[in-house]
């Protein structure tokens, strides 16, 4: 069989044509020519030019970059056994690959010596930039070690690309050993009849009586949050936090020994510690600045933290008595919850029939089409890797031109990771002969049941929108160079673009648009849409001090923790996580073995996790532009996309800030979005 499936960057990509069996040889072929290309490179005499260096060293790689990057899209998406096996054999091969990268002499040679010349000084703009930026990048990753170093480097890449892969199929599989199956309809008073009709259907599906729970999202969160039998809920949060910390996908080993290694590389090159050598060409520039902004939004959200604790705890003595036990872990949202009803009258459940799926995704593809002047058509005929995917044309509004392909890919299954992302499949440059992108929103949402329309959560319409600005961000991408392409930028900049379009989730101008009853087509009633309201920022200080424990605990784990001398790194990141928690922890809380944001990728979002809160910062301020000048005005969204969307990286971050804002980003419109302004 012919491998040209995996080696040409062909539109569509032939996911049909993908076989297992071409992975090992692909790979074979495609790192020999580009080893071949590397060595062109480190080879060539005078004159350097752009082209012949950087130019050139983009090209050399470009067909393997994209064949693994379909390889492991699929392994994510549709893995199997032998999936997952040729998977395995490659990626260490191919990390070692680009390990070696920067350090191949010649490479590193010639690339000084063009930065050398007249023409590398006259560069301006985005070509400066990358030049720039790949000096910088090659000294970072070692160009300038001993031969003994580089060895070192390389040796260390490798085994950290491997123990990640196996650190995120663990995951899945841990994920994928739980069920609980409960006979009695009597058990389960509280929950909520989609998510009763639910387990239903994941029971029939296996051929098993009753209702069946499982640790994927749409199964796990109605559980926890609903549930009024609290030996339900300890089993499920127990079976759901335990995840990853125990034979035979036992991760605690390979977060140690992630966390180690990640140290040794950072020393290696020259840094004091992980954070510093990753976020060095980011937004926040050190690990310091960093911890700093966490610490910083900590302390302006303790004192309200503190009040959302004692007031769940009282509400339950209300309900309960004086005597009322302590909240457990796995009380905590189902008490909320029961506050929250209280409180506003409000309960989530009710906005279910007026998001149903192809409503909402149909709304989200308006409203993106209406800001950023592009709409959407379908795709067909076009191959994918599983039915209950659908694709789609983007198609610039203006003059027709057909700008990227996508895929949504919504529901959970047992061969697809869990979580929510947007995946570049295809990034061009736009001097490229065809410029479109490819792009994939894949989210794990509310299944449909019976054969109807899914049902969503206002919290799932909001990831929807998250991975479709992500989509965005590279389907609109108009840069010259592909590296420079779309949502290749500093990783706390990355979330600006997702993040903002969330914004519209609460705007009753753009809801009216598609949040429309299943059944009588009317939009949502006005006391329920300003309870909605009213409630968003309901025990807002206690989701912001989560996300800051998560941060936090990334951080201290790659600037602070050291395995000789404090133990297993489990243990030390429940004693973080529990001393920003609203309840004790149970001892055999281990979320951070299954943490795949951190752990499942080489660099991934490890000490980057405060990222979504930095970003959170950038969307809130970049908003209060639509909302002066326009929700829905063309004229805002055609800023954004031209000054952000469009030019990826070719521009530092701050610059691109600043020029859709006209300023630097301020902090006080996200403290005032969460209520929290006068913490």
């Not at 949502?524 to 200080?541: D, G, V």
């Not at 404090?566 to 001892?587: F, K, N, Q, T």
Request: glycine content about 6%; proline content about 5%; charged content about 25%.
């Amino acid at each position: 069989m012919s491998n040209e499936s995996l080696t040409v960057r062909a539109f569509p990509i032939p996911f049909d044509r993908v076989s297992v069996d071409q992975i090992g040889p692909a790979v074979t072929e495609l790192l020999v020519g580009a080893t071949r290309a590397l060595d062109v490179i480190g080879a060539a005499p005078p004159p350097y030019t752009f082209d012949g260096t950087l130019g050139a060293l983009e090209r050399a790689t470009e067909g393997l970059e994209h064949a693994m990057h379909i390889v492991g899209h699929l392994e994510h998406v549709a893995t199997t056994p032998a999936l997952r096996e040729a998977y395995a054999e490659a990626q260490p091969r191919v990390s070692e690959f680009s390990s070696r990268v920067p350090l191949h002499a010649g490479v590193w040679r010639v690339l000084r010596a063009f930065s050398e010349t007249d023409e590398a000084r006259a560069l301006t703009g985005h070509k400066r930039r990358l030049l720039d930026k790949t000096i910088e990048a090659f000294r970072r990753h070692g160009a300038e070690l001993s031969a003994e170093g580089k060895e070192r480097l390389a040796t260390i890449d490798v085994e950290l690309a491997t123990i990640t892969l196996k650190f995120g199929q663990n995951t899945l599989d841990a994920t994928n050993a739980f069920e609980l199956i409960v006979a009695e309809k009597s058990r389960l008073s509280g929950l909520p009849e989609s998510a009763l009709a639910a387990a239903r259907e994941s029971a029939d599906a296996k051929g098993k009586a009753g209702f069946r729970f499982t640790l994927q999202a749409p199964s796990l969160i109605p559980a926890l949050t609903y549930l009024d039998d609290a030996g339900l809920r300890e089993t499920i949060y127990r079976a759901h936090v335990a995840r990853g910390a125990a034979e035979p996908f036992d991760n605690r080993a390979h977060v140690a020994r992630i966390v180690f290694l990640r140290a040794e590389k950072a020393k290696l090159l020259g840094y004091a510690t992980f954070a510093d050598l990753v976020l060095e060409d980011r937004m926040a520039k050190t690990g310091a600045r960093a911890r700093a902004f966490v610490d910083d939004l900590r302390v302006r959200t303790e004192r309200a933290f503190e009040q959302e604790k004692a007031e769940l705890a009282e509400f339950r003595r209300e309900l309960e008595g004086p005597d009322a036990r302590t909240l457990a872990a796995w009380d905590v949202g189902y008490y909320a919850e029961k506050l929250r009803r209280a409180r506003f009258q409000f309960d989530e459940e009710a906005l279910r029939p007026y998001f149903s799926f192809s409503r909402v995704l149909d709304g989200a593809f308006e409203l993106a089409g209406t800001i950023y002047g592009v709409r959407f058509e379908p795709w067909s005929d076009v191959p994918t890797w599983d039915p209950t995917v659908s694709a789609y044309k983007v198609i610039n509004a203006a003059d027709g031109e057909w700008l990227a392909g996508i895929y949504v890919d919504p529901y959970p299954r047992e061969s697809k990771h869990g979580g929510a992302w947007m995946d570049g499949l295809l990034a061009r440059g736009a001097l490229e002969s065809d410029r479109r992108h490819i792009g994939l929103l894949a989210t794990n949402c509310t299944p449909s049941v019976g054969g109807r329309d899914a049902l969503l959560t206002h919290q799932e319409v909001e990831t929807l929108f998250h991975e479709l600005g992500h989509l965005m961000h590279h389907c609109l991408s108009r840069t010259e160079l592909r590296s420079q392409a779309g949502t290749n930028v500093a990783w706390d900049f990355v979330e600006l673009p997702s993040q903002i379009l969330e914004n519209w989730c609460w705007e009753r101008e753009a809801l009216d648009r598609f949040a429309r009853h299943v059944e009588t087509d009317e939009p949502i009633p006005e006391a329920l849409f300003q309870a909605m309201c009213r409630a968003r920022t309901f025990r807002a200080a206690s989701a912001q001090m989560r996300q800051l424990s998560f941060a936090l605990t990334d951080l201290r784990l790659h600037t602070e923790f050291d395995v000789a001398r404090d133990g297993d790194p489990i243990a030390y990141s429940r004693a973080i996580l529990e001393s920003m928690s609203p309840s004790v922890l149970p001892p055999e809380h281990a979320v951070f073995a299954s943490f795949g944001h951190i752990f499942s990728d080489a660099v991934g979002y490890a000490a980057g996790y405060y990222s979504y809160k930095w970003a959170e910062v950038l969307d809130a301020d970049a908003f209060t532009r639509f909302r002066k000048e326009g929700l829905l005005s063309s004229e805002v969204g055609g800023a954004f996309r031209r000054e952000v969307l469009e030019r990826g990286d070719e521009a530092d971050p701050a610059e691109l800030f600043r020029a859709f804002m006209g300023r630097d980003p301020e902090l006080g419109p996200l403290l005032e979005r969460l209520g929290l302004s006068a913490a």
